[in-house]
């Protein structure tokens, strides 16, 4: 398992984050290709990741590939996955191993700054909250439509899965692409999380922060079999199977007490 160490800030971070985080030497986090049929081409994607007073605050910086990103959504709660994405997604419990699960929230950007956010419920809570919400009128069941909504369910290695399309995060994001680099800032208030104010340090969360590369997809050129799979860079460790689902495999994120002095 991967393992960072995240400072928790004595100040406040919603605003000129990216600013705030560099000036504390908030430090780096190099995502990587775990899997080599979705490496297609080698691009820089690296993450800064700290708390402070009201919340959880992440600036991405992405290297923009020669033949431009791809972004055709522009609408939140879309397929945005199938663009140039960068996400994070983030579980304030121990890792979802055990039949009583825990759940992860989960933002996917795309550099029109268009949003997927939902929720995902593991284990036995995902059997549990899908009965729920069977139990309630309003119950939908996302159809694979391009625009996203109600509950999808899967099992990922063995793990019983479930997508709550309907939670709506009060995250705030600022999206820049200038020259090589894309930047996102992506803060989020603790109360997305259920919480009054930060994590005491020595907790404990558990993740990934991703990046979908669709533009490294390409055909069979003069006979030769080229991939036709999107380059994925993310946290996970210890998995041959290609996807960002895998709560077992996530980072653990241990925040810490932060310099106090600048």
Known sequence: MNEFYIPLLPITLEKNTDQKLSDREVPGIELEYPWKAYCGRTLFTGAFVAGGKDGLAVSFCAEVPHNKLVARRTENKTKVYEDDCLELFIMPAAPAGTS??????????????????????????????????????????????????????????????????????????????????????????????????????????????????????????????RSENPGLLCLLDETDLPSFHQPKHFAAFHFEKGDETR
Do not use: M
């Open 100 to 225: 009583a699960g825990s759940v992860y929230y989960a933002w996917e950007i795309n550099p029109n700054n268009a949003c997927l956010d939902y929720r995902v419920y593991t284990g036995d809570l995902a059997h549990k909250t899908l009965e729920e919400a069977r139990a309630q009128k309003d119950f939908e069941v996302y159809a694979g439509d391009e625009k996203i909504h109600g509950f999808h369910q899967d099992t990922i290695d063995g793990l019983p899965l479930l997508w709550d399309y309907s939670w709506k995060s009060n995250a705030v994001r600022r999206i820049e692409v200038e020259d090589d680099f894309w930047y996102l800032e992506l803060f989020i208030p603790w109360k997305d999380f259920g919480l009054s104010q930060a994590p005491a340090p020595g907790t404990t969360w558990f993740g990934t922060i991703n990046r979908v590369d669709a533009g490294a997809r390409s055909r069979a050129v003069s006979g030769e079999n």
